[in-house]
């Protein structure tokens, strides 16, 4: 089953009953009920929302994410349950034990699959992308020649008409950039839980401050995804990231993706990804798949 993405953007009293999340609009008294089991991600955007300890157990209890944003809306916060597999401990030790050749081509798959779905994405948009598969086919372990980052020049350069340049605390689109990749962290955090594996033990990524390294690591050839997400969110006029906007890239999670296994939603996807990387860590060799992008 697909897990469902909850937006709570109004006053609201959230708590549960009989493994229901239960809604309570602050002003109307109206109350809404959702299956917890049926969740995969509760997004808490309004600075009135108020919530019970108990429901937070219970989503927990069901690898619920829950992503708290802050006063621009912004994601600032991710609370994921401790244990999320039952075979937990042994995966824990396949991961801190991986060798630093697997992890190095680890991460030359990674970036080989985060250029070429930029490729892809535009190629949709009729644009060039020649020459960033060009540079995927020449990734070397661990992308030694930093690929990645010449590639993000070529990419940012061509996909949007005006000029732009890809910084946190830019302007549009950046701000829907930003709250895209976000929810996507969210979402692979999740995934690599579930999986039995530590999101802050990271391939790449390393920062002693990152609490999620690994999802920044598993997240990247997912990023292109919400680059064109945004690009249609542009395209049916939005400018800013008002509640549509945000309501239009949480879909993000629910776009049809193509891998291995077919098409499937993106969040199946992710599971795929993350059992892959745990399968790659216990064999100590590199199985990690990811989606395609086809436009």
């Known amino acids: 089953m697909i897990g469902r993405v909850i937006q709570v953007s109004s006053a609201q009293h959230l708590s549960v009953t009989n493994r229901q999340l ?9 109350q809404v009920e959702r299956p917890i089991e049926d969740l ?3 997004v808490l955007e309004h600075a009135q929302v108020t919530y019970t300890h108990v429901l937070f157990q219970e989503l927990l209890d069901q690898n619920v994410a829950v992503v708290i944003c802050d006063a621009r809306h912004m994601p ?3 609370l994921l349950p401790l244990s999320g597999n039952t075979l937990q401990q042994e995966r824990f030790a396949a991961q801190v034990n991986a060798s630093l050749p697997l992890k190095k081509q680890l991460w030359q798959q990674t970036i080989k699959a985060k250029i070429g779905n930029q490729a ?5 948009l009729d644009k060039e992308g020649q020459a960033l598969r060009f540079l995927s086919k020449q990734v070397r ?29 830019g302007d ?26 530590l999101p802050t033990l990271g391939i790449h990524h390393h920062n002693r401050y990152n609490a999620y390294a690994l999802a920044d690591d598993i997240m990247e050839p997912y990023r292109p995804y919400v680059d064109s997400m945004v690009i249609e969110a542009m395209d049916i006029g939005h400018t800013d990231l008002d509640k549509y906007c945000r309501q239009h890239l949480l879909r993000t999670l629910h776009i049809d993706v193509v891998d291995e296994k077919g098409k499937g939603p993106l969040m199946v996807a992710l599971q795929r990804t993350a059992q892959s990387l745990c399968k790659s860590y216990q064999e100590g060799d ?3 798949t990811y989606p395609v992008y086809e436009s």
């Open 22 to 30: 239960r809604l309570t609009n602050k002003e109307t008294g109206e």
């Open 172 to 197: 549009w689109p950046n701000p829907a950039l930003n709250y895209g990749y976000a929810i996507l962290r969210a979402a692979t955090a999740r995934a690599l839980v579930a999986a039995g594996l």
């Open 40 to 42: 995969a991600v509760l």
């Open 141 to 169: 372990s661990g992308d030694a020649d930093n690929h990645e980052a010449q590639a993000a020049q070529r990419y940012w350069s061509q996909l949007f008409l005006h000029e732009f340049r890809r910084e946190r605390e």
């Open 286 to 288: 590199c199985l990690i």
């Open 120 to 124: 892809g994405v535009l190629e949709g």
């Open 76 to 78: 600032s916060g991710l």
